[in-house]
């Protein structure tokens, strides 16, 4: 790495997966704005759906989800009791049905922690209540550890089509330090009994940063990754964040990489996934040449939202399950974390939303402006504050924070375009930071750069 970057490198910036950030939610937010947004949709509104499941089989020490590990299946079987009734109490709120949800993804958490009759039957609640378009891209996050022949057949026959997991590193060392393992056989033999079920897209997440990863661990785990052919690849940095995911304090300091072997993993991985055919997509996604994410990206009609990268042009997200967000034309609204608190809201008949923001016009236009910069590594800024009804002076005052990346070669600024050179893709966070009006260098915030 060169030291130049390192100062960037180190930085904590927002992940820019929403604008304003969700550091910015307030907690005096009132639920019933959120009932107002959702009844406000359009009757032809089309809806992305998020459902979050926050149990998992076992914890992974790096995780930094929001999931537990109950002791016996009853917390499970209530909390889908709860969000059965919080989607239907959504529906009846949103009022129509027909066909609305065009992207609907389960995330958590392992969402395969649940038996397939009860994810079959919150798939049913969410058509029941919002209707499944036909044809609509059905995801869920899983674990390869748990799949069988017969649970991929499940999975399709309830309608999922797309499929990611965690592939993170085969390297044992690693395996044996993240209290994760998944070795490479396990995740080739999972690939192919999904894909002989009919999902239409596998995708993996791989990591960098962990404990007792080498530039070299990496370079076999993404090689061998390729060699299965996932569709998309999502390539994330280990945060250590011990103070807030205290199972994270199994992981020993000393077996960290530090930031430029962060760095130089980062980019191997970048080398080698491009070498084998993928394209490399905004932050840190990589897509098969001919998905749809590397056509929307070459387009300039990529989008991103909490889930990352998406080719998703819904009008609101819908979200359920705590600590789940839900994205409106006017806001976002947050669920309650605490699944206690989530569900005994829902239980009296309330919503279980004690977070959110109402945004401002001028926050539509910033997010705009740094959603444009993260798909596209450039963006006319003047351009998207006019058609926001804005003066680009607006602007300004962030804009001084571009200085020292250009300085370091890390950002270009011409006239009202900023761009950032895609081999310095890892700090798209940082150029993005300097449209983001509520951005304040705090330490810990947020995830560093590198
Ligand atoms: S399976 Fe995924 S969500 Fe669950 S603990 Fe591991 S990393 Fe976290």
Request: charged share 20%; glycine share 6%; net charge negative.
């Amino acid at each position: 790495m060169d030291a130049k970057l390192l100062p960037f490198a180190t930085q904590d910036v927002p992940r820019y997966t929403s604008y304003p950030t969700a550091v910015q939610f307030q907690s005096d937010f009132s639920s019933a704005t959120a009932d107002g947004w959702l009844k406000a949709l359009a009757p032809d509104a089309v809806l992305s759906l998020y459902v979050h499941i926050p149990f998992c089989q076992q914890l992974c020490w790096y995780c930094g989800c929001h999931t537990s590990v109950p002791n016996t299946y009853d917390r499970a079987t209530r909390y889908v009791a709860a969000l059965l009734k919080d989607i239907e109490r959504g529906g009846a709120l949103k009022g129509t049905k027909h066909g609305a949800v065009k992207h609907f993804h389960f995330g958590g958490g392992t969402p395969t922690y649940l038996t397939n009759d009860d994810l079959r039957s919150i798939v049913e609640a969410v058509d029941r209540a919002f209707g499944i378009s036909a044809g609509a891209e059905v995801a869920i996050e899983s674990d390869p550890r748990g799949m069988t022949p017969e649970r991929a057949r499940a999975l399709t026959a309830m309608g999922f089509n797309r499929i990611s997991f965690g592939v993170q590193d085969f390297a044992q060392p690693v395996m044996d330090k993240i209290n994760r393992q998944q070795p490479y056989d396990l995740v080739a033999r999972a690939t192919e009994e999904l894909r002989a079920a009919g999902f239409v897209s596998v995708n993996y997440d791989l990591m960098y940063g962990l404990p007792g990863q080498t530039v070299e661990s990496v370079i076999e785990t993404a090689t061998r990754s390729a060699a299965l052919k996932p569709n998309r690849i999502s390539v994330f940095g280990y945060a250590h964040v011990p103070w807030f995911a205290k199972h994270q304090k199994m992981i020993r300091d000393h077996d960290l990489p530090d930031i430029p072997a962060r760095y130089d993993q980062a980019v191997a991985i970048n080398e080698t996934l491009t070498a084998h055919g993928y394209a490399a997509i905004g932050l840190d996604h990589y897509a098969l040449l001919d998905d749809e994410l590397s056509r929307a990206a070459e387009a300039g009609t990529m989008h991103r939202n909490f889930q990352g990268y998406t080719t998703d042009t819904a009008d609101a997200l819908v979200a359920f399950g705590a600590s789940a967000i839900s994205e409106y034309p006017q806001g976002f609204a947050q669920a309650a974390r605490d699944t206690l608190a989530w569900s005994t809201a829902i239980e009296k008949g309330d919503s279980p939303v004690n977070r959110g923001l109402a945004t401002t016009a001028e926050d539509r236009m910033r997010a705009e402006v740094i959603e444009r910069l993260m798909c596209d590594f450039t963006v006319d800024y003047a351009a998207v504050a006019a058609r926001h009804g804005f003066d680009p002076a607006v602007l300004d005052q962030g804009l001084a924070r571009l200085e020292p990346l250009m300085a370091a070669g890390l950002a270009d600024w011409q006239g009202t375009v900023v761009s950032v050179p895609r081999k310095h893709r890892l700090f798209l966070r940082s150029a993005a930071s300097a449209f983001d009006a509520h951005y304040k260098v705090v330490a810990n915030r947020h995830a560093k750069a590198v």
